[in-house]
């Protein structure tokens, strides 16, 4: 049996529809996907690179 990602959605997606939702993976990485579908896989990456993104998001916009 394969467990179900624990999703949490984004602290800047208010309202809108322009959303994305982040969850842990095994093996150290990163899944992130749309709002329509959280099931549906767009990215995986690892947790340091998804660190350093949102460090540079942060830093400059």
Do not use: I
């Not at 959303?19 to 990163?30: E, K």
């Amino acid at each position: 049996m394969t467990a179900h990602p624990a999703w949490q959605k984004s602290s800047y997606c208010g309202d809108g529809d322009a959303c994305v939702y982040v969850s842990a993976a095994p093996g150290h990485l990163v899944r992130v996907a749309d709002l329509s579908d959280p099931a549906h896989l767009v990215l995986a990456t690892t947790q340091a690179a998804w660190a350093d993104f949102l460090r540079a998001v942060k830093e400059h916009g």
